[in-house]
T-cell receptor
Framework: DAGVTQSPTHLIKTRGQQVTLRCSPI?????VSWYQQVLGQGPQFIFQ???????GRGNFPDRFSARQFPNYSSELNVNALLLGDSALYLC????????????FGPGTRLTVT | DQQVKQNSPSLSVQEGRISILNCDYT??????FLWYKKYPAEGPTFLIS?????DKNEDGRFTVFLNKSAKHLSLHIVPSQPGDSAVYFC????????????????FGKGTKLSVIP
């Protein structure tokens, strides 16, 4: 079975631009979470979606938004990019999003110049 | 304010010996703890978890110990193998509300384990 897939793998954007990152969960998983990992830090929670509804939001500005589609795939959008948004963006899927293990994708490396 | 702390950025261990990775937390609402392993250019991979109702959980070479009074957990790897060389993240979760609460993970900064052949 395919694991969690994310696209693109790498991305370079300029300050002020907007970016969309994509995630396809493991087949049968209905929950998707997004994390930001800045170099030298652990992943930081951004959003969790379950059955297309936002279930949780971390401490991120409104420039960050996400949605989940009927096929359970998800997009993370970041507007008005700042240099500090440069990070590895990780997507994780799980069956219910509850206290079970989340399976992470390889991430999208975003560089903002 | 870091709620999950891994105070050792790196650890070197000889092959065959025990590796002990430590993690402290400050949020008393955390009730579920997980360890993840991360290789370069890959996402974190789940290793082992423990609920706050337990103080030990074992899975093969991996054992996690939880000391709730000290808000401390540790991951023991015995015996350590070169393939265990990776960054290890401690993560914690707190059930928020009831029913469909968000079960977000709060991660530590990670500990880079090097197992020397």
């Amino acid at each position: 079975d395919a694991g969690v897939t994310q696209s693109p793998t790498h991305l370079i954007k300029t300050r002020g631009q907007q970016v969309t990152l994509r995630c396809s969960p493991i087949s049968g998983h209905k929950s998707v979470s997004w994390y930001q990992q800045v170099l030298g830090q652990g992943p930081q929670f951004i959003f969790q979606y379950y059955e297309k509804e936002e279930r949780g939001r971390g401490n991120f500005p409104d420039r960050f938004s996400a949605r989940q589609f009927p096929n359970y795939s998800s997009e993370l959008n970041v507007n008005a990019l700042l240099l500090g948004d440069s990070a590895l963006y990780l997507c994780a899927s799980s069956f219910t999003g509850e206290l079970d293990e989340q399976y992470f994708g390889p991430g999208t490396r975003l560089t903002v110049t | 304010d870091q709620q999950v702390k891994q105070n050792s950025p790196s650890l070197s261990v000889q092959e065959g010996r025990i590796s002990i990775l430590n993690c402290d937390y400050t949020n008393s609402m955390f009730d579920y703890f997980l360890w993840y392993k991360k290789y370069p250019a890959e996402g974190p991979t789940f290793l082992i978890s423990i609920s706050s109702i337990k103080d030990k959980n074992e899975d093969g070479r991996f054992t996690v110990f939880l000391n709730k009074s000290a808000k401390h957990l540790s991951l023991h790897i015995v015996p350590s193998q070169p393939g265990d060389s990776a960054v290890y993240f401690c993560a914690a979760s707190a059930e928020e509300g009831s029913g469909a609460g968000s079960y977000q993970l709060t991660f530590g900064k990670g500990t880079k384990l090097s197992v020397i052949p």
